[in-house]
């Protein structure tokens, strides 16, 4: 570490991850300048569209709002490591069965952040979708497909959980 930097290690989409970083650089800015992960697009960078939303150790955070520092030893997902090798993530393939995107670039964030609602096993009906899912804009107004999608693949990404829990 010199005095500019500090050395910090992620898993980054099941890859450990040692990387030297300026204490400034946002977690947005790591995944996409550094490692190359370009799926997790940058919006709004004030963490009020959710473009930038990704899976911080399966909970669902605006990657532009937090420094990168602060998550040493931390397991990231991105919407790259949603899917297994040719197999889409659930939530991917009913974003796709339902034409859930227009020009996409909300679409890496739509999908991690309902990945993560999920996991939080707090959405059971259309309205509490909506709600839980509304720090996501979509500009090009896909929302009643995004719904549809999300209301499909919730029971699905719930059952890859569980089955992924230790």
């Known amino acids: 570490m010199s005095e500019t930097t500090?050395?910090?290690?992620?898993?980054?989409n099941g890859q450990r991850q040692q990387?030297?970083?300026q204490p400034w650089?946002?977690?947005l800015d790591l995944l996409r300048e550094r490692l190359d992960l370009t799926g997790t697009k940058k919006g709004c960078d004030h963490?009020?569209?959710?473009?930038?939303?990704?899976?911080?150790?399966?909970?669902r955070i605006n990657s532009c709002l937090t420094l990168a520092v602060m998550h040493d030893g931390a397991r990231l997902?991105?919407?790259?490591?949603?899917?297994v090798g040719d197999e889409l993530?659930?939530?991917?393939?009913?974003f796709v069965r339902h034409d859930a995107f227009q020009c996409g670039y909300c679409t890496p964030g739509q999908i991690c952040s309902a990945v993560g609602l999920a996991s939080e096993n707090r959405a059971h009906d259309r309205d509490e979708i909506r709600e839980l899912m509304s720090g996501n804009l979509c500009r090009c107004g896909a929302y009643p497909n995004i719904l549809a999608a999300v209301e499909e693949a919730l029971p699905a990404s719930r059952q890859r959980l569980q089955e992924k829990a230790p």
């Open 47 to 59: 963490g009020q569209c959710g473009a930038c939303t990704v899976l911080l150790d399966g909970k």
């Open 6 to 12: 500090c050395t910090l290690s992620l898993h980054v």
């Open 89 to 94: 993530h659930p939530m991917q393939a009913a």
């Open 25 to 27: 650089t946002t977690l």
């Open 77 to 83: 997902t991105t919407i790259e490591g949603l899917a």
């Open 19 to 21: 990387l030297d970083v």
